[in-house]
């Protein structure tokens, strides 16, 4: 393998795995998390009655993924790429789900990861343009 090869497996590492994480997970099922959420602070509490917190956490999970595709891809449509890989993954996942004793497909699942990706990709191009030195 050359270098070049090598430097792109590496940048690419950090986003397989965490589509890996994210796979291994989604392949279980998890005990009823209502009790944890009797410890949230009462705002929070107020926010998750009109955002499920399981949307939150799918956004989050999938900000993630976005960003880490983002530094991963390099290009002037690597944004998109970006955006693009982590919401296929978060169809493939979904479908995936579906096949999974106690588990289920969700297009509002979809959205959040679609979101998330989106929001992480969106404040990476924001940084990336304003930590540009300007122009002489």
């Known amino acids: 393998m050359n270098l070049g090869k090598l430097a792109t497996s590496l ?3 950090p986003a397989l795995g965490w589509s890996a994480t994210i796979w291994w997970s989604s392949s279980r099922t998890w005990p009823e998390a209502r009790p944890l959420l009797a410890d949230l602070p009462h705002w929070l509490l107020a926010v998750l009655t009109v955002v499920p917190p399981d949307k939150l956490v799918h956004t989050a999970i999938y900000a993630l993924l976005g960003a880490l595709w983002r530094v991963g891809l390099r290009g002037h449509r690597a944004g998109v790429q970006a955006w693009a890989l982590a919401t296929a993954f978060g169809g493939l996942d979904e479908l995936h789900q579906g096949w ?3 588990r289920s497909s969700d297009p509002w699942d979809l959205l959040a990861d679609a979101t998330g990706a989106a929001l992480a990709v969106a404040c990476w191009t924001l940084l990336a343009k304003r930590a540009k030195p300007p122009a002489p």
């Open 11 to 13: 940048r690419l590492a």
């Open 100 to 102: 999974v004793p106690g």
